[in-house]
């Protein structure tokens, strides 16, 4: 089946550094990937959508500047927290998509990053 | 009013138990659903895919969608210990945007 590696799983920064997230399909190509964030016993919030080879879509309230996303590949996506505070702390999770005619099969989700700042 | 509504819980039921988890919907344009079950810390892992109305069966589960009442069920026959964890309904447009829109997840604890 459809595998998406997400790296680092945990992360710990120091105020004021940037750290990236690293999201890979391991055995399809990934032509939309979904940047997601999750609180504590929250449900996933979008932040944004990325198709590759194009500047991504961000949902409202989401700092486009603050959380970079790259999507260069059809296989690799990352996002880049900017100058992070601790209330960036969060689940960060992403999603891949193998295309429109994949149906769901394409929404297969990372393992997620838990991000501390302090 | 939130797109996609779910009981937060948390549910907890004696290990052999039925389960159901319901999700109701406010936009028509949902075509797609999916239950995916979290466990702590994890990322989401698919259960069962519908589209449009009907039932689907996979296993212990069963997915049920009614579109006239824009509502969603998931059933989980002879419930286990394992399948204590986070389920959240995921639905999506046919067309146009593909994001997913969740609802906030409700937390099952089987008991043994």
């Known amino acids: 089946g459809a595998v998406v590696s997400q790296h680092p799983s945990w992360v710990i920064c120091k105020s004021g550094t940037s750290v990236k997230i690293e999201c890979r399909s391991l055995d399809f190509q990934a032509t939309t990937m979904f940047w997601y964030r999750q609180f504590p016993k929250q449900s996933l919030m979008l932040m944004a959508t990325s198709n590759e080879g194009s500047k991504a879509t961000y949902e409202q309230g989401v700092e486009k500047d603050k959380f970079l996303i790259n999507h260069a590949s059809l296989t690799l996506s990352t996002l880049t927290v900017t100058s992070a505070h601790p209330e960036d702390s969060s689940f960060y999770i992403c999603s891949a998509s193998a295309g429109q005619g994949a149906g769901n099969y394409g929404y297969t989700f990372g393992s997620g990053t838990r991000l501390t700042v302090v | 009013q939130k797109e996609v509504e779910q009981d937060p819980g948390p549910l907890s039921v004696p290990e052999g138990a039925i389960v159901s988890l319901n999700c109701t919907y406010s936009n028509s344009a949902f075509q797609y659903f999916m239950w995916y079950r979290q466990y702590s810390r994890k990322g989401p892992e698919l259960l069962m895919y519908?589209?449009?109305?009907g039932n689907k069966e996979d296993g212990r589960f069963t997915a049920q969608v009614d579109k006239s009442s824009k509502y969603i069920s998931l059933f989980i026959r002879d419930s286990q210990p394992s399948d204590s964890a986070t389920y959240l309904c995921?639905?999506?447009?046919?067309?146009?945007?593909?994001?997913?829109?969740f609802g906030s997840g409700t937390r099952l604890q089987v008991q043994p």
């Open positions: 995921a639905m999506r447009a046919g067309t146009g945007r593909r994001a997913l829109t």
């Open positions: 519908t589209y449009s109305s």
